[in-house]
């Protein structure tokens, strides 16, 4: 049977880690919403729509985008992958309380599309707990590969230039400088953290996770749930 996992936390927790492990492990197919809307904003032959252009600016700076847009997007890709036969794992979405239920008015919003799709019982959700100290140390000390996507922890005293993966050029996201995920926990406090009340509220069974150990800990503890 097909289904869907939502991995929450704030910036920092794992959630594109555990989401990688658990697409491996299941079968799934990994929508990594911060990344699709990072292709998307920062595309240079975007650059003349007005609209994308205000979006990317609101991207760098660590605010959250419109929820009715985020919305629409996340679930055309969505209905792409159910189409294909594969189920998901979402790390990122949904994104604020009012994508979750509200997007398309009142008790219309991406937790309905999913039940709507897969039924409540083949959904899932987990939320990996780290502490404000931990969120900001593995921001700002994240590098990701400008060709294969790979994520890597750095000192700052060896700091590696290319991925060893596919000897790509490593970058620093802007997402990732210290001002920006200022923005980005106050964000998370404030439209993110939410919906897991929200979810709890409905019945959904959200399941929380210490996100503070090594991550193949942390999976570990993930299937152990499932
Ligand atoms: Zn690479």
Redesign the pocket.
């Known amino acids: 049977m097909r289904k869907a996992i939502m991995v929450f936390g704030p910036p920092g927790a794992g959630k594109g880690t555990q989401a990688n492990l658990l697409a491996a492990k299941l079968g799934l197919i990994h929508f990594d919403t911060g990344k699709y809307i990072e292709l998307i904003v920062q595309d240079p032959s975007k650059r003349s729509d007005p609209e994308i252009d205000k979006y990317r600016m609101m991207f760098d700076r660590g605010e959250l985008l419109p929820a009715a847009w985020v919305y629409k997007l996340v679930k055309e890709g969505t209905q792409k992958i159910l189409d294909s036969g594969f189920g998901v794992v979402f790390s990122g979405s949904p994104r604020t309380y009012e994508e979750a239920f509200e997007a398309e008015g009142k008790d219309r919003g991406f937790l309905y599309f999913l039940e709507e799709k897969l039924g409540r019982e083949n959904l899932h959700a987990f939320f990996l707990k780290v502490t404000p100290e931990t969120s900001i140390k593995r921001n700002s000390n994240r590098l990701i590969?400008t060709?294969?996507g790979?994520a890597v922890m750095y000192h700052e005293h060896s700091r590696p230039e290319f991925?060893p993966?596919?000897g790509?050029l490593f970058r620093r996201r802007t997402l990732d400088i210290p001002e920006a995920i200022k923005v980005r926990l106050v964000e998370y406090e404030k439209k993110t953290a939410p919906i897991i009340e929200g979810m709890r509220d409905r019945g959904y069974e959200v399941t929380e996770i210490d996100g503070e150990p090594l991550p193949y800990e942390v999976f570990a503890e993930i299937l152990n749930k499932l």
Request: charged share 0%; aromatic share 0%; glycine share 12%.
């Open positions: 590969c060709i294969c790979t991925c993966i596919c790509g």
